[in-house]
């Protein structure tokens, strides 16, 4: 079966091969275009295109490619693209294996304009005459028949061989491409090409071709992966800063990453990404405020640039809705994040649901990736404050220099560069709701002070100024640290854990609430299988059920998720099997003693931990008492490792 996107499938007889098709080329310029001798002798691809280039009137003596971009525009397009942020390496790699066969690389964006070229200088000479160079349009509409602008306008791979070009400026070359398709709309973002003079065709030069845009797409998918995760974040953060308003938010090329049900229903938005919507929003980016104030049932507020370790990588449109009904979306309260089957955290809910219309602060402890601030807005949601704003602040993520400001504000003129007008804080922000302190040990000692006021006092004051300010604000504090070993070693305030430990919640680590590994499990395979746009019913194998019940789960959910996605991602079949997880996952040794297979999961640290805890129960005669002396451990937090490190006092007898 003949290959139709391929010029040849031999290099034998290439001459004469060339000489046929421009005797094809120079007919169909003098004869009419559906002659049934044409038909038999041009592929039906090529023949297409001659048509659309005949049909827009170009002029098949073109001898060179025109100008589109300025060298200031390229420059600024290459700064912002994905694109080429991820076919960069893996051009810079395969460029090597090329040399010597008389073939450039180039990459083009979706309109056909060439942004990146890579050859041997010689060649790039000799093709420079034809324009052949970055900033050049290689669309068919403005450069005719040709790989890159042909695979572009069918969405599909294509080799180009000579006169087979429309414009016969461009007969001496031989190219290949194969278009570049974004991972979450599945338009054609790109193309990547080969091109060289026709001496040089290969038929396996559009394999190559198929091969990078195929690496390219995997490499914008990592990319959009991380982009895209922060961008879901930001749009739940804001549904609670927003509660009154309706939000969506999209991405900086356009693509929706979420929003509010209703208000998208107005806009003929859904919340898989077609074609459509790509269009509404390229046209919402260009011309926001003529858009937007079309949107029936909703008033637009503002669209505001979301800018994440100092780039730009989304928008967040906010409207209000013209009915007094808050949206729907922003009340959605499903425990999805808290899919509970285990009694041990039901309890903790029901905790939750009892200490939420209570305005004491709320200290929430337990390891990393357990779920400390979703269970931080569940306690918000269900209380008395889930019509006012939830603002969660990772204190181990701002700079420490910064926290201050971030959370306290300041006053005008406090800092060289600072904004004229100054600053609210977060707790300003969020004055009448509730604020959640993520890694509240990473604050500095000296700014736990201005906390500590805000809980004894209900007031603070902004840097830079004497004015105290009222506050009315539920604090929530969480951490993975031991707080009190860091009281001990003078990095953390003992009036402050005091103040904060008033009422205090352990989030339980996965492998102490199995009964809910499973069930979770479910729902996130159920979520990335709509996130990636996968049909299949995705499902746990057996075998993998039975890996996760016997996984410690160092990382908790946050790792368990980590590990779906992945599985999503890479599985082709409705089951997950251990081999669909990441590499440290499916290579995990089980054929370890149970000893080893019991403590394999934690880290060095936690390993260090265990052991001292060990030996102190063995010299003391397992005296908890003594030993949490010892230690500087609350004995409720010393009961707790010995159930995470599975120590117990039958196993000290036998040994």
Request: aromatic share 10%; glycine share 6%; charged share 25%.
């Amino acid at each position: 079966m003949e290959n139709p996107f391929l010029s040849i499938f031999s290099t034998q007889d290439l001459l004469n091969k060339v000489g046929e098709i421009k005797h094809k080329w120079e007919n169909f310029m003098t004869n009419p275009p559906n002659s049934e001798d044409l038909q038999n002798g041009v592929r039906r691809e090529i023949l297409n295109s001659w048509n659309r280039c005949l049909l827009s009137g170009l002029n098949p003596n073109q001898k060179q490619a025109s100008a589109a971009l300025t060298s200031y525009e390229l420059e600024k397009l290459l700064s912002e693209s994905d694109l080429y942020r991820a076919a960069i390496p893996i051009i810079n790699h395969i460029y090597n294996t090329i040399i010597g066969t008389g073939y450039l690389i180039t990459l083009n964006d979706e309109s056909g304009k060439m942004i990146y070229l890579k050859g041997e200088p010689d060649i790039m000479r000799k093709t420079k005459k034809m324009n052949f160079s970055p900033g050049m349009d290689w669309s068919e509409r403005a450069a005719g028949t040709n790989a890159i602008g042909t695979s572009i306008v069918s969405k599909k791979p294509i080799q180009v061989l000579s006169a087979e070009h429309f414009c016969e400026g461009f007969h001496p070359l031989t190219c290949s491409s194969s278009p570049i398709f974004h991972p979450y709309t599945k338009n054609v973002i790109g193309a990547i090409d080969f091109t060289g003079f026709w001496p040089s065709t290969q038929p396996h030069t559009l394999g190559l071709a198929v091969s990078l845009a195929q690496m390219i797409e995997q490499q914008l998918l990592t990319i959009y992966i991380t982009k895209f995760t922060q961008l879901e974040e930001y749009y739940h953060q804001c549904t609670f800063k927003w509660r009154d308003h309706s939000v969506f938010v999209i991405s900086n090329e356009s693509v929706l990453v979420n929003g509010d049900p209703t208000l998208l229903n107005a806009l003929n938005l859904k919340k898989e990404n077609t074609f459509d919507n790509h269009l509404i929003m390229k046209r919402l980016l260009q011309h926001p405020n003529h858009f937007m104030n079309q949107v029936e049932g909703f008033q637009f507020i503002d669209l505001k640039p979301i800018i994440i370790n100092k780039e730009e990588i989304g928008y967040l449109a906010i409207f209000k809705s013209n009915s007094n009904s808050t949206s729907s979306a922003l009340t959605h309260t499903k425990d999805h994040h808290l899919i509970v089957e285990s009694a041990e955290m039901k309890n903790i809910l029901h905790k939750c649901r009892q200490l939420a219309s209570i305005n004491t602060p709320i200290l929430l402890t337990g390891e990393t990736g357990t779920g400390k601030e979703v269970i931080a807005r569940y306690i918000h949601e269900v209380g008395s404050r889930n019509d006012k704003p939830f603002i969660a602040v990772n204190c181990g993520a701002i700079q420490k220099e910064l926290i201050g400001s971030e959370l306290f504000g300041y006053e005008s003129g406090t800092f060289t560069g600072g904004k004229k007008e100054g600053k609210k804080g977060k707790f300003e922000e969020v004055n009448g709701g509730t604020i959640f302190l993520d890694e509240i040990g990473e604050m500095p000692i000296d700014l736990q002070v201005h906390l500590l006021r805000v809980l004894q006092e209900n007031e603070f004051t902004r840097l830079g100024s004497s004015k105290n300010i009222k506050l009315d604000v539920k604090v929530i504090a969480a951490t993975n640290r031991n707080l009190e070993a860091m009281i001990e070693e003078g990095h953390f305030r003992k009036d402050l854990f005091f103040r904060l430990n008033v009422i205090s919640i352990t989030v339980p680590s996965l492998s102490e609430r199995k009964e809910d590994i499973i069930p979770i499990s479910d729902y996130y395979l159920t979520l990335f299988a709509q996130k990636y746009h996968k049909p299949l019913p995705f499902r746990l194998a057996e075998k993998t059920k039975s890996f996760f019940l016997s996984y410690k789960w160092p990382g908790n959910i946050r790792e368990l998720r980590n590990a779906l996605e992945h599985a999503v991602i890479f599985s082709s079949s409705a089951e997950i099997e251990k081999s669909h997880l990441p590499d440290y996952l499916a290579n995990f040794q089980t054929q370890q003693s149970p000893d080893e297979v019991e403590h394999a999961s934690f880290s060095i640290m936690e390993k260090e931990e265990m052991e001292q805890i060990r030996k102190r129960l063995v010299q003391s005669g397992w005296n908890i008492s003594a030993v949490s002396k010892e230690l500087k451990m609350a004995r409720s937090t010393l009961y707790r490792k010995l159930k995470k490190y599975n120590l117990k006092e039958l196993d000290f007898v036998k040994t």
